[in-house]
T-cell receptor, first 108, second 112 residues
Framework: QKEVEQNSGPLSVPEGAIASLNCTYS??????FFWYRQYSGKSPELIMF????GDKEDGRFTAQLNKASQYVSLLIRDSQPSDSATYLC????????FGQGTELSVKP | EAQVTQNPRYLITVTGKKLTVTCSQN?????MSWYRQDPGLGLRQIYY???????DKGDVPEGYKVSRKEKRNFPLILESPSPNQTSLYFC???????????FGSGTQLSVL
C-alpha cells in the first residue's frame, strides 16, 4: 500500500527559528509533491509544490526533494506564531496520497 | 472571489436518515473530489470526478454516492448514514487531476 509518512508532532519552535518538517513516501513512481497548511478548524491550503530534485524557494518557505531517498521536506525560515498550523505532505504518482500531517507550534 | 462552497458547515443526524452535502465551485474546474478527514488517518479520498458525468471511486467509497450533472456541482450523498461515517468532510477542485487542490470550508458530520 502506497504511504506518505509524517511525524505527527507537535513540533515546537521559538519565534524566529527555522522549522523543519519532514515527509517520506513509499511509491517510487511519485512525481509531484505538495505541502498544504491547515489551520485549526479550517480547510487545507496549498502553500508549496515541487516536481524536481533539489530546492524550491518561495518567500520564507523552501521545499526540498530527494527522490533517491524518497524524502520531502519543508523549511520555514523566521517562523512566526501565525505559522502555527498542521502541515500536510502529499505525493502524487497516479493518485494523490496525503500524510497524516505534522502539527507545528511557533512560540512567541 | 474564487471559491469552493460546501453546505452545511455542521450537520448532526441519526442513523439511516438520508442526507446530502452540497459542493459548488466557481472556477470552472474540471476535477472535483470528496475527502474525509479523521484523526490519525489523515485525508482519505471518497470519490472523484474528472468531468461532467464522469465519476470514480476513491479509497473509501463504501456508503457514499456522488453525481456530477453540472460542471460546478458535486454533491455527496449518504443514503443510510452510520456512526462510522462521523467525520470532517472536504470537497476539493482543481483544473486537472488531483494536483493543486482548492478545498471547501468543510462539513463536520455527526451520525448518532
Amino acid at each position: 500500500q502506497k504511504e506518505v509518512e509524517q511525524n505527527s508532532g507537535p513540533l515546537s519552535v521559538p519565534e524566529g527559528a527555522i522549522a523543519s518538517l519532514n515527509c517520506t513516501y513509499s511509491d517510487r513512481g511519485s512525481q509531484s509533491f505538495f505541502w498544504y497548511r491547515q489551520y485549526s478548524g479550517k480547510s487545507p491550503e496549498l502553500i508549496m509544490f515541487i516536481y524536481s530534485n533539489g530546492d524550491k524557494e518561495d518567500g520564507r518557505f523552501t521545499a526540498q526533494l530527494n527522490k533517491a531517498s524518497q524524502y520531502v521536506s519543508l523549511l520555514i525560515r523566521d517562523s512566526q506564531p501565525s505559522d502555527s498550523a498542521t502541515y500536510l505532505c502529499a505525493a502524487q504518482g497516479g493518485k494523490l496520497i496525503f500524510g497524516q500531517g505534522t502539527e507545528l507550534s511557533v512560540k512567541p | 472571489e474564487a471559491q469552493v462552497t460546501q453546505n452545511p458547515r455542521y450537520l448532526i443526524t441519526v442513523t439511516g436518515k438520508k442526507l446530502t452535502v452540497t459542493c459548488s465551485q466557481n472556477m470552472n474546474h474540471e476535477y472535483m473530489s470528496w475527502y474525509r478527514q479523521d484523526p490519525g488517518l489523515g485525508l482519505r479520498q471518497i470519490y472523484y470526478s474528472m468531468n461532467v458525468e464522469v465519476t470514480d471511486k476513491g479509497d473509501v467509497p463504501e456508503g457514499y454516492k456522488v453525481s456530477r450533472k453540472e460542471k460546478r456541482n458535486f454533491p455527496l450523498i449518504l443514503e443510510s448514514p452510520s456512526p462510522n461515517q462521523t467525520s470532517l468532510y472536504f470537497c476539493a477542485s482543481s483544473y486537472g487531476g488531483d494536483e493543486k487542490l482548492f478545498f471547501g470550508s468543510g462539513t463536520q458530520l455527526s451520525v448518532l
